[in-house]
């Protein structure tokens, strides 16, 4: 079945970075596009990132564009997150997240079925 464990959350004060991990096992890793997401205390869940099959195409909701970066290695099966210039609106638990089918290039929330358990990052100010 698919396992999605993320690694690399953590407390870090206003300003600092962190680098989020997820390996990925159960699915042809290289035929999938991946996403991270994120859900702070009494919010919905929100689709922070998005990353195509090949690693070519991204794309990020306003609130992270120009200070979160996600990329992936394929012989790796491993998609990262990397987070700089954090701000503590940006504190919440983050998700890896694959689609359902193989999609090549998800950009929906309801294109993903798969999940990680999450990994918590906290930004203090």
């Known amino acids: 079945q698919v396992q999605l464990v993320e690694s690399g959350g953590g407390l870090v004060q206003a300003g600092g970075s962190l680098r989020l991990s997820c390996a990925a096992s159960?699915?042809?890793?290289?035929?999938?596009?991946m996403g991270w997401f994120r859900q702070a205390p009494g919010k919905e869940r929100e689709l922070v990132a998005t990353?195509?099959?090949?690693?070519?195409?991204?794309d990020y909701t306003d609130s992270v564009r120009g200070r979160f970066t996600i990329s992936r290695d394929n012989a790796k099966r491993t998609v990262y997150l990397q987070m700089n210039s954090l701000k503590p609106e940006d504190t919440a638990v983050y998700y890896c997240?694959?689609?359902?089918?193989?999609?090549?290039?998800?950009?929906?929330?309801?294109?993903?079925?798969?999940w990680g358990q999450g990994t918590q990052v906290t930004v203090s100010s």
């Open positions: 997240a694959a689609p359902r089918t193989p999609l090549r290039n998800p950009r929906l929330q309801s294109d993903f079925g798969f």
């Open positions: 159960g699915l042809t890793f290289g035929n999938y596009g």
């Open positions: 990353i195509s099959w090949s690693g070519l195409s991204k």
